[in-house]
């Protein structure tokens, strides 16, 4: 705090000096440079025409010089302007910093709190766009980022129901009707992506036969039905639409399983990732054990808020799971407990994935999310308990504290 102080102090002072040097500098050369200088010329060309002789010249010289010597008495005008601007630039810069900086971050008791602030923050932000939005119902995008805000917050139902009316809004944005698709098959059992959700996808492949998000799903419908073959057919059309990198490298590994269940073989091991490149890439595919020692391994310590204890079921089903903070809304990782273990620590690594082309390496940040469920339901309902991180490096290696403080409304 005092180093910034320090700062703010020499930063303020070298705006001063910019203002209130020229100021001063003007001001002395409008009291002495201007007409002393001017009345001196004048005599010289006076005594150069013969007008006043050498004594003449030489007595009014002097007096000339001895008026200039007295100290220019400031105006109080001027000294009033200033005054104000020595006072009102430090001052207005102090009332700027406090109205749209944020001086309490700077405050070591509340480093620890910023978390939860943002957290809170995020809370606020979504229940003001929804009281927007009850006021201005018709506000495509709008509806479709309360949706993305639900869901980035794991709740599921509520961005299902954004999105609805988003898609009623907007029917011919392929976009929301990708987005909408999506969430009709995170709340619905095993994620199954069938009926109004499937019907939506094609409906969008029709329109648009290149639009990657759709291929990718319905080839996992597809797969999900044990259709391989037009689950590999959806997926061979996708893979020329997209560059080098994770995501492509997951099609394949798709392809391949989609392969081997078709052809009664076992489950193909893992693509090499190509995001390497010559002999560094073709290394980091060989040696395992360099693969291990950098597969995401993540230590998360998890707690019960003490103002929720009442409200803890010791019966019900504990969730630890980390999913994308950029991708899709599955868990990359889950663990499921008893929330009689808690407090307790877990560790979630691609062991404990979902889907074998969903992996915690496949993405850089993950959030990581804990919830108490008295249906047993991974996805959120009303009255679960609750908490979530903030996006957080995967190759993280200290421990993530998350204490469940939140009811799910």
Known sequence: MAIFVLCAASMIAV?????????????????????????????????????????????????????????????????????????????????????????QALDPANLATNDGQRAADMDQAIAALAARLAEQPDDV?????????????????????AYRRAHALAKDNTGITVEYAQALAVVAPGHRIEGEARSLLDGVLAADPDNQRALWLVGIS?????????????????????GP???????????ALAEARRDGKEAPAPLPSTNGTGAAASAAATDSGTATANAPRLTVQ?????????????????????????????????????ASQLPLTVTLDEGNG????????????????????????????SGDLQALSPPTDVQRKEPIALVIDQVVP
Do not use: C
Request: glycine fraction near 6%.
């Open 15 to 103: 705006a001063l000096a910019f203002v209130l040097v020229p100021l001063l500098r003007h001001r002395r050369a409008g009291a002495d440079g201007g007409l002393g200088e001017r009345q001196r010329r004048a005599l010289d060309e006076a005594l150069a025409a013969g007008v006043i002789d050498a004594g003449e010249h030489a007595r009014k010289r002097a007096a000339l010089a001895s008026t200039a010597q007295a100290p220019a008495r400031p105006s109080r005008a001027a000294f009033a302007a200033l005054l104000l601007v020595a006072l009102l630039l430090p001052a207005s810069a102090l009332l700027l910093y406090r109205l749209v900086g944020t001086p």
């Open 302 to 338: 998890v707690a019960l808020d003490p103002k929720l204890v009442d409200r803890l079921d010791p019966a019900a089903t504990l969730f630890v799971f980390a999913r994308a903070a950029s991708g899709p809304p599955m868990p990359l990782a889950i663990q499921r407990l008893k």
């Open 354 to 381: 979902m889907l074998p082309n969903l992996r915690l390496s496949m993405f850089p940040q993950v959030v990581i999310g804990a919830r108490v469920s008295k249906s047993g339901n991974a996805m959120p309902q």
């Open 245 to 255: 990198g994770p995501v492509a490298d997951s099609v394949r590994e798709q392809i």
């Open 141 to 161: 995008e709008g509806w479709a980022l309360l949706a993305r805000a639900y869901q980035a917050t794991g709740r599921a139902q509520e961005s299902l129901d």
């Open 222 to 242: 597809e797969f999900q039905a044990d259709r391989y073959d037009a689950a590999i057919a959806r997926w061979n059309h996708l893979l020329p639409l997209l």
